[in-house]
């Protein structure tokens, strides 16, 4: 059984090269509109798409287009200009769910694979889909031990995608999971007229509620809980069992998150792939990968369906990181020779010590720890508002880089 690829999300530049950084196999991006995470994610727009490639290629890794919501008749001409706009920029595979979608992909000559929002899972509708897909998204509500009889059927019936290889399963492994099935909810619809299906979820599952009763007015607060809001998928842990059932692609949400999030969870991810590859993983790393997750946003964690849970485990009000990131400013000028950044500070103090966040476009994510600061051009101890920051860093500093202070959860607080 060969390694786990590993797919990172990408919202935003930002999030692409901390993905490619950090050890990413693969990306996926929505551009502009018709994908799952057109109104919560910035997006790309489809001028973006050869610079996207360029990148991601020029780092080894797989470009993956998002085209996956609902396609009503007026969608159409849009879908098929940005499916060739993909093609012409050599985007390695769309993901799909709608089948026009699918059709207009095939026609175009890209490897199609088969978005989780339609439901797979069994054998049967997986060899259907497999006359048209290469990678097929399985059902999150699975266990690992049905995901195994898939894989292990795939094999014994050499169930092939159009380039002639045996489908590749594809399966969640850590953030945001939904409510309902494989994600296709109508809650949002129904409420405010805004289709989750076709990428504008409002998220009213993610709301605390109160529950009356119409013949006294008796009310009732859930205690403190989203009921439902589930928890946030983690699978670092079980790792071992997921690559022993047989699934060939890891896929990490969150292109609505932010990049320290993507960098942290591609890089703990990548560390157990390679650790499972080496016959390395064991508890004591387990027990570090899930500490570092912990320091990125998080709705607590729990394992899914994966190891036969009846019942989700459902999430508390708000981020649950054991650490926050909070603003300070913006990258000013960037002098080579000397290897030294330049940050007008904006909307905190800094003082030696602390440790930093920078993350931009092009940078990605870096963190720092300041052992020597110059502020306004003299050494100093504290850079507040206003004042210009200087500091030692190996790499250029842009204007649309950021400057975030790293803190604990209960520092913020």
């Known amino acids: 059984?060969?390694?786990?690829?590993?797919?990172?999300?990408?919202?935003?530049?930002?999030?692409?090269?901390a993905a490619l950084d950090n050890g990413a196999d693969s990306v996926y991006f929505g551009v502009e509109q018709l994908n799952m995470r057109a109104?919560?994610?910035?997006?790309?727009?489809?001028?973006?798409?050869?610079?996207?490639?360029?990148?991601?290629?020029?780092a080894g890794a797989r470009a993956y287009l998002t085209l996956n919501t609902v396609l009503y008749d007026h969608d159409i001409p849009v879908a098929r200009r940005l499916i060739d706009a993909a093609k012409d920029a050599g985007v390695d595979a769309v993901i799909v769910s709608d089948q026009a979608a699918i059709f207009m992909a095939r026609q175009a000559g890209l490897e199609v694979h088969i978005s989780t929002q339609l439901n797979i899972t069994n054998v049967e509708t997986l060899k259907f889909y497999a006359q048209f897909a290469d990678t097929i998204v399985l059902s999150r509500e699975l266990s690992l031990r049905q995901v195994r009889h898939i894989t292990e059927q795939i094999r014994k019936q050499n169930i092939t995608g159009p380039s002639g290889r045996p489908v590749s399963i594809e399966l969640f492994a850590h953030g945001a999971l939904c409510m309902a099935i494989s994600g296709k909810c109508y809650l949002s619809l129904h409420t405010y007229a805004s289709s989750a299906n076709r990428g504008a979820c409002k998220q009213n599952c993610r709301h605390p509620y109160l529950v009356i009763d119409k013949e006294t007015g008796m009310e009732l607060e859930v205690d403190n809980e989203y009921i439902m809001s589930p928890k946030d998928l983690m699978t670092v842990d079980f790792l071992d069992q997921i690559h022993d059932a047989g699934v060939d692609v890891l896929k990490i949400e969150g292109r609505a998150r932010s990049a320290d999030y993507v960098a942290v969870t591609t890089r703990v991810y990548r560390e157990a792939i390679d650790a499972l590859n080496a016959g390395t993983y064991n508890r004591q790393k387990v027990e570090d990968w899930v500490e570092r997750l912990a320091t990125v946003y998080n709705r607590g964690f729990w394992d899914g369906y994966y190891l036969g849970?009846?019942?989700?485990?459902?999430?508390?009000?708000?981020?649950?990181?054991v650490r926050r990131k909070i603003y300070v400013g913006?990258?000013?000028?960037?002098?080579?020779k000397a290897g030294v950044a330049e940050f007008k500070v904006e909307?905190?103090?800094?003082?030696?010590?602390?440790?930093?966040?920078?993350?931009?476009p092009t940078l990605g994510v870096r963190e720092l720890t300041l052992d020597e600061i110059y502020v306004n051009d003299r050494p100093g101890q504290k850079a507040r508002k206003g004042d210009i920051l200087a500091v030692k860093f190996p790499e250029k500093i842009r204007p649309s880089d950021k400057l975030y202070k790293i803190v604990s959860a209960t520092e913020e607080n």
């Open 309 to 321: 849970r009846k019942l989700g485990e459902w999430s508390q009000p708000g981020n649950q990181a």
């Open 347 to 360: 909307a905190f103090e800094l003082g030696r010590g602390d440790r930093v966040m920078i993350i931009g």
């Open 1 to 17: 059984m060969g390694s786990i690829e590993l797919m990172a999300p990408a919202g935003s530049f930002e999030s692409l090269q």
């Open 330 to 336: 913006r990258g000013k000028n960037y002098y080579a």
């Open 39 to 58: 109104r919560s994610s910035v997006n790309f727009r489809t001028a973006d798409l050869p610079e996207v490639v360029r990148r991601t290629h020029a």
